[in-house]
């Protein structure tokens, strides 16, 4: 028998043969349903409309308007970010000049600022200079006190003794810029 095989060994073969075609087959119809949505119910005859089954889209749900956590924030780099420049306090001869209600000075803690006899305000000493802001007193002659305390740039608008206005233009550290001037 070395020439031909035997009956129930080629029954053998083709069934392990028709076996293995069946199961490709099998695979090949499941993949195709699993793809075409095989198993949903049309409702009616494959001409007529069914019903309208929920699809479900292969697009990516849209973005949503707030940054996932994940991500880093737009905040600016700190290479990018400008440095500030320190302020240099004004010289005693800078601040005599304030003596007529109009100037522009930078003023440290104890900074006194002469009395604008004019504008009946005056004298003035910084008493505080921080990132809570500037305060100001002043006692004039008839001993009444005026204090202007967490003065800053971002307050709305000046301050204003009696004639005398004064605006804080900028806070630096333990420097500030004020700008006094004659109130309208």
Do not use: Y
Not at 18 to 46: M, Q
Request: charge should be positive; glycine fraction near 10%; proline fraction near 12%.
């Amino acid at each position: 028998m070395t020439t031909s095989e035997s009956p129930a060994r080629r029954r053998g073969t083709r069934l392990s043969v028709a076996h293995g075609t069946a199961a490709g087959a099998v695979c090949v119809l499941a993949l195709a349903a699993a793809l075409t949505g095989c198993g949903s119910d049309s409702g009616g005859d494959a001409g007529a409309p069914g019903p309208a089954a929920p699809s479900r889209s292969a697009a990516p749900p849209p973005a949503s308007p707030t940054p996932s956590p994940t991500r880093p924030s737009a905040s600016p780099s700190p290479t990018k970010v400008k440095p500030v420049k320190p302020m240099k306090p004004s010289s005693p001869a800078e601040l005599r000049a304030c003596a007529d209600g109009s100037c522009t000075v930078v003023v440290t803690r104890g900074t006194e600022l002469p009395r604008a006899a004019g504008l009946r305000a005056g004298p003035f000493t910084v008493s505080a200079v921080g990132a809570e802001g500037v305060d100001i007193s002043s006692v004039d002659p008839s001993g009444f006190t005026s204090n202007l305390l967490g003065q800053r740039p971002d307050q709305g608008g000046p301050s204003t003794v009696n004639e005398l206005s004064i605006s804080v233009l900028a806070i630096t550290g333990d420097t500030a810029k004020l700008r006094l001037f004659p109130a309208k």
